[in-house]
């Protein structure tokens, strides 16, 4: 990141209050409500107690100073129009002076869809991209710019549709769920409680060496992060995955996570000279323009 966090310069790369909620632009009030509430409830100042006060004060501005302002921007009817309105001038303008090149992999995709898959393909994008996009700040900073390529995209597919139609829910989720385990009680005093983490890292592992559904893999260790975000092999092995799923991105984003868990991490070094990572230096990470924090302290 070039520019001091929270600077003016920083805010003005999150234009797109879509982007900035994880949102589709065919979200109508109900919709972007929820996921305001959802966005807020994960940056509650209670959730970070127990963590350092550049973690409290970084949420805390990023609530403040983005989400915040775009919600406000998105909660009326008369915003939401005025807003589409505008990306869709951006649309004509791009339409006129040439798109381009795009960054995201999604957006890419989106792209080259068929006219009846657009609304499919487009909806399970952004739910895929909105449920990591504030796990951490490298996530945010990301995802947010795909979003907005995906909304921009979006309005360029759609341009001889007059109306975009809101919905209340997307089309489909990016993702059918996994099943919900529930832990109990053992019954046993003296017996560890099952680590559920473990167990769906160990069914990506298997999913793995069967070269079977990527995707499934990914739900998998999405799960197994949840629930224990500080195992660096869980990162590894989901940037793995979305590599084999040709988002080098997201990838890039999860080999560096389990780089900073775990330096000697043997997956993440095996990719990290192909991918041209390259981690902060504690020199570096001194520095007000490389802080960097992560949602994973948070309970779930």
Same mark, same amino acid.
């Given at each position: ?132 996009? %504030? =796990? !951490? @700040? ?8 795909? $979003?907005?390529?995906?909304?921009? +995209?979006?309005? #360029? *597919? ?75 092999? %869980? =990162? !590894? @092995? ?8 040709? $988002?080098?991105?997201?990838?890039? +984003?999860?080999? #560096? *996570? ?43």
């Amino acid at each position: 990141m070039s520019q001091i966090l929270f600077s003016n310069e920083w805010l003005k790369q999150y234009a797109d209050p879509y982007a900035i909620l994880g949102l589709s632009v065919t979200a109508d009030d109900r919709r972007v409500l929820k996921r305001y509430r959802d966005v807020a409830k994960r940056l509650h100042p209670d959730a970070y107690v127990q963590a350092l006060p550049e973690v409290r004060q970084t949420t805390s501005q990023l609530f403040a100073r983005l989400v915040s302002p775009a919600y406000q921007k998105l909660k009326q009817d008369k915003g939401r129009a005025e807003y589409l309105a505008m990306l869709r001038f951006r649309v004509r303008r791009m339409n006129r002076d040439g798109m381009p090149a795009l960054q995201g992999e999604f957006a890419q995709q989106l792209l080259r869809q068929p006219p009846p898959q657009v609304e499919t393909f487009y909806e399970q994008a952004i739910s895929r991209l909105a449920e990591t996009q %504030f =796990h !951490s @700040l490298e996530l945010f900073e990301a995802i947010a710019p795909q $979003l907005e390529e995906l909304n921009l +995209v979006y309005l #360029k *597919q759609k341009m001889g549709e007059p109306i975009i139609r809101e919905k209340r829910t997307g089309i489909v989720s990016a993702a059918p769920s996994a099943p919900v385990e529930i832990a109990t009680i053992p019954s046993d005093p003296g017996k560890a409680a099952p680590d559920y983490a473990q167990r769906h890292y160990d069914r990506a592992l298997e999913y793995t060496r069967r070269n079977s559904n990527w995707a499934m893999i990914v739900r998998e260790l999405k799960d197994a992060i949840k629930l224990d975000p500080k195992r660096s092999e %869980f =990162h !590894s @092995l989901l940037a793995k995955a979305y590599l084999m799923q040709d $988002l080098p991105t997201m990838a890039k +984003v999860h080999f #560096k *996570q389990a780089l900073k868990l775990n330096p000697k991490d043997p997956l993440a070094l095996q990719y990290a000279t192909r991918l041209n990572i390259v981690l902060d230096t504690p020199a570096t990470a001194q520095k007000p323009t490389s802080k960097r924090f992560s949602f994973f302290g948070r309970k779930p």
